[in-house]
């Protein structure tokens, strides 16, 4: 299926398509691969996003924003996956603009929006979410970094781990401990990355997503104003949760157009490779293999729109997004197992664009929340209906 062929998106979301994904044939693909040896994605490149409004899909209108809903997290990210084939580059956008970002607008006051949000949307001011830490991912509850009173405002003390856009970014929505007796006395706080104790451990090595900077992060005595209190205070715990269903979601949906890109290069390597008197696409098993991962493609896709369409009703799609994440992130590494294996030895070189969607792909599995955990959540909700 083409995107812009997918009933669930409109003539607004069709354009948006269309726009994300002739931007990343021009400005992306082209130099990804220099992004990758350099680990990090230019300012300058998510500058021109923000300039043509793909930073502020969710951002209500009276923000300044387009005022979209899921469903254009979804297309978004699966035009990403689609067309940029650097899944690092695609998480770097999708951690500022649906990961981190939204907390502000959830959470935020007018004050903090007028602080941050112009920037945030112009691609000035790079955002990203600090929740996961040594002891401490999907359990958000586990969490040590402390936040303690100091006069007007709170000195912050702790470390995060494998947090994205860290490195370059400018503002990390942070979560700390502010009621020791209660597990989940956690707040959010807006730090900058300027302040006075806050550092870069250091910038990890990863075996995906080359081109994202991720990293260690240490708060040694931070401190921050009573104004960069995000939400109310002793609830942060909350405002994660109520997120993790979205960036589970877009996961899920850049996930997709990974793999449909990984599949495309794929029919168009086996119709044309020679071998054996013909074309690898002539012989059955391969290309009944290749037909079988369409079909279970489509049924992701169609998984993660209709978890959208729910998260737009306003109910809880909690079991039903879990589920999705699970599955779908499984599948696409399936998938763009059989892409790699199809190529042949080119399937193991590392200039193959599916080999470095492959290896991106792995972290899917993991990040935002692991199969496991996610598999437990519908576990968890099954038993109590």
């Not at 998480?91 to 007018?110: C, E, F, W, Y």
């Amino acid at each position: 299926m083409k995107l812009a062929e997918n009933p669930h998106l409109d003539d607004d979301l069709r354009a948006l398509v269309d726009q994300v994904m002739t931007f990343c044939d021009k400005e992306v693909r082209p130099v990804g691969d220099e992004w990758e040896r350099d680990g990090r994605v230019p300012r300058d490149v998510l500058q021109k996003m923000g300039g043509l409004g793909m930073l502020s899909l969710r951002v209500p209108k009276e923000y300044g924003g387009l005022g979209m809903g899921p469903i254009a997290s979804c297309a978004f990210a699966e035009a990403l996956g689609r067309s940029s084939t650097f899944a690092g580059f695609d998480i770097t956008v999708l951690v500022h603009t649906d990961m981190a970002g939204p907390h502000l607008i959830h959470s935020g006051n007018d004050e903090q929006r007028g602080r941050f949000l112009s920037g945030m949307l112009s691609g000035e001011t790079i955002t990203a979410i600090g929740v996961t830490e040594p002891g401490a991912g999907s359990d958000v509850a586990g969490m040590r970094t402390r936040a303690t009173r100091d006069g007007e405002g709170w000195r912050i003390n702790g470390n995060k781990m494998f947090i994205t856009n860290a490195v370059y970014g400018d503002l990390v929505v942070l979560g700390a401990r502010t009621k020791v007796e209660d597990k989940y006395g956690i707040s959010m706080f807006l730090v900058e990355t300027t302040r006075e104790g806050f550092s870069v451990e250091q910038k990890l090595d990863k075996h995906g997503w080359r081109c994202s900077d991720t990293a260690e992060l240490v708060l040694n005595d931070v401190y921050v104003p009573g104004e960069n209190l995000l939400g109310t205070e002793h609830r942060g715990f909350y405002e994660i949760m109520r997120n993790f269903q979205n960036e589970r979601m877009v996961i899920a949906a850049q996930a997709v157009g990974s793999a449909q890109t990984g599949i495309d290069l794929t029919l168009k390597h086996t119709q044309s490779r020679e071998a054996f008197g013909g074309v690898l696409y002539d012989k059955q098993a391969i290309r009944h293999r290749l037909a079988m991962d369409q079909a279970k493609l489509d049924a992701c896709r169609a998984s993660v729109y209709q978890a959208a369409w729910l998260m737009e009703q306003g109910g809880d799609a909690t079991k039903y997004v879990s589920g999705v994440k699970a599955y779908v992130c499984e599948t696409v590494m399936d998938i763009l197992y059989d892409c790699t294996q199809f190529h042949g030895g080119m399937g193991f070189i590392t200039e193959t664009p599916v080999v470095r969607m492959y290896r991106d792909a792995r972290v899917n599995t993991i990040g935002g929340g692991a199969t496991e955990v996610m598999l437990d959540e519908v576990a968890k909700r099954s038993l109590m209906e």
